[in-house]
């Protein structure tokens, strides 16, 4: 869902050899430029030119005692650079707006969260409110010596023809990627948009639970619940990008209708809105937050509606997982956001369904786990999009 | 799910020339040396050289007439030689086994399909008889001037670590590969395995409905239901080879028991077996063949029995393709086997569902078309495999 066309280097020799040094300093930092002629099969003095290159475009910092005009000893092992070169991740999600910023090797250097009510509010005063923090937090990254190389967005929508339906915002066919890009002027390379459940699976598989996965599904609970898939390392988009849409699979035939078209929809029973209004939680002034803690304590308390409310999820949750389950086969499973905060309720019930269904035709059920970064798996999935690109095309920063 | 490992010719300079000249005429045929060189970016001496091999391999021809030695006149255009390289199919279904020759060009030169009730037999015997028929088969081929470069078995099961498990067969962990290659002497490459669905999904995709979708879901319905998904061209296989598992997705969540330790599965209510026994048709001494067939008679007569059973498959049918077209987002659900056969009645109320279900959210609903092939598609398939080695590594028959 990349929206601006931009050139590659990478097809060049050049440009591919400098990403297969950079891969292997990525993998096996702290390494020595022989180590890395080894690794690469390239000559020393190949390598020796290329790592120049990459310390000149300062992606990569020797650990060494630094000689005059910035270079490492060249005897000294090579790292990726905590600097200046850095990410940006934004979120627009429901109940807030979130921004963190990454440097290459991964750090989070900088990161806000602000709670707001996005449901309802029209998209250009969200994009403007999204582009004042995006400000706020490149202002205080250029404080800390970082340049940001690009921009991600995640978004809690279906992106057709470059347009977001995102239906718990109450966006239609909003052009989010063009007026983010309008938004934030000074992102030469303009603005990139996804959907939130696929940048939190990156985020997830790159910092998080995730790590280690091969492939896996990541679930994106909240007002709306979409998943992510990761295969080999690489998202799942499906024919048109509109893959990992798990909030809309029937769990209940005859269940309730849904704003999408369907009926029985796993949002019905296992969305935030569903699970708090189901726990007899009003949708009052509190924030979600708040109403989400006090589910959370009437759990604790033994309530008999928050209870019935959170077995209901975890049936729909079950069905949802055991279809996907039985159609990806993944070999983890990661529950994000709500579903991570209700994971001590819902991980026994989905995981004793999982190990039943169609359990017997496969060798092992998938290990299911908590998200490991909250509400930050899709702003640290966004800005790993950044620099896993500039990994990848070391020259697309010159 | 290859078995053996073979040596591959496919890296090297020559063989990747020589797969990329080859693959050019596969698409472009019948092609001419010239358009070749501009196709390939090649020399033309170069294209001459690499045709010159090709057509000692005897895998392409020239259309124009031939000349003493067998090759054709310099100017003259190529197209695939429909012969004497061909792939050879096979495939153990509950109810039949099947075979069927391809030749380079597709062309299907041999076929024998054996109804016989392979359910609970034992898998030594079925192994056998599946070897005598591949055996007949291959030297009907032969007297065609044909010569099988590899055999490819479709299975109804799950492969978990090179034993399949077929609880439709009765089959649990049995070597099937292993015993087949021992069966089969004669296949100098051994023989290659793998599951029913996937297969047939690549028939489709080659030879049937699926031609010219990038990404779609072959239902394969049969006394047992799965699915092969295909993703740009390719098989989807999942983190353990066990994706497509379609007949165990949750349907009908206070509904029956089934084998696969799980509740409510599509299988339950849409395999054959199901629909047979709920349109009150017994499972005597009949084969499923004419079992069927008496089905849909009954339904042609407006039979009530025979109604309910439709519509049950239909509604768990629909439910199950409203998850998969939301989960993977195909361009196009073929339906294969059974429901093919039933396509006049389940494919309106699927189409209405997946219309509905999530459709505000995509930009479009995926084609829904009955299968091409019928009980063809996956011995088609696994034949097709066979050929599409040969012309990606074309030095692996020399």
Redesign the interface.
């Known amino acids: 869902m990349t929206v601006p066309a931009r050139p590659t280097h990478a097809e060049t020799m050049r440009g591919l050899n400098l990403a297969l040094v950079l891969e292997q300093i990525a993998r096996h930092q702290p390494v020595t430029r022989a180590r890395l002629s080894d690794l690469t099969g390239l000559t020393k003095t190949t390598v020796a030119n290329l790592v120049s290159s990459l310390e000149t475009l300062r992606l990569v910092a020797s650990a060494g005692p630094v000689r005059e005009g910035g270079r490492g000893r060249p005897g000294a092992p090579l790292s990726l650079a905590p600097g200046p070169v850095a990410g940006l991740g934004l979120e627009v999600n429901g109940h807030y707006l979130a921004a963190c910023v990454l440097d290459l090797t991964g750090a989070v250097r900088q990161r806000e969260h602000v709670r707001v009510d996005n449901r309802g509010r029209d998209a250009q005063v969200t994009v403007d409110a999204l582009a004042a923090l995006a400000r706020r937090v490149t202002a205080r990254a250029g404080d800390d010596g970082l340049t940001v190389a690009g921009t991600a967005v995640a978004l809690p929508g279906?992106f057709?023809?470059g347009r977001v339906?995102a239906?718990n915002l109450g966006w239609e066919a909003v052009p989010a990627a063009a007026m983010l890009t309008e938004a934030l002027p000074a992102q030469a390379h303009g603005v990139e948009v996804d959907n939130e459940a696929n940048l939190a699976a990156l985020g997830e598989l790159w910092y998080g639970a995730g790590r280690g996965a091969?492939?896996?599904l990541y679930l994106s609970g909240e007002t709306g619940i979409g998943?992510g898939?990761v295969?080999g390392g690489e998202l799942?988009?499906?024919?048109?990008?509109?893959?990992?849409?798990?909030?809309?699979?029937?769990?209940?035939?005859g269940g309730a209708a849904c704003?999408?078209?369907?009926?029985g929809?796993l949002e019905q029973v296992a969305g935030l809105d569903a699970v708090l209004r189901a726990g007899g939680i009003d949708d009052g002034e509190e924030s979600s937050e708040s109403r989400l803690t006090e589910l959370v304590r009437r759990l604790d308390e033994g309530d008999g509606n928050a209870h019935r409310a959170i077995n209901a999820a975890g049936?729909g949750l079950a069905?949802?997982l055991?279809?996907?389950v039985?159609?990806?086969?993944?070999?983890t499973v990661v529950l994000g956001g709500l579903h991570a905060r209700l994971g001590p309720w819902l991980i026994p019930p989905i995981e004793a369904?999982v190990?039943?269904?169609?359990?017997?035709?496969?060798?092992?059920v998938?290990a299911l786990l908590p998200s490991a970064l909250a509400e930050e798996s899709a702003v640290r999935g966004a800005a790993g999009t950044i620099l896993s690109r500039v990994l990848a095309d070391p020259l697309s920063i010159g």
């Open positions: 279906v057709v023809e339906n239906p091969g492939s896996y998943a898939i295969v799942f988009r499906g024919a048109h990008g509109a893959a990992g849409e798990l909030g809309h699979v029937v769990v209940d035939p704003p999408c078209g369907g009926v929809c049936r069905i949802a055991v279809g996907a039985n159609l990806l086969d993944p070999d369904a190990t039943r269904g169609g359990g017997r035709l496969r060798a092992r998938p």
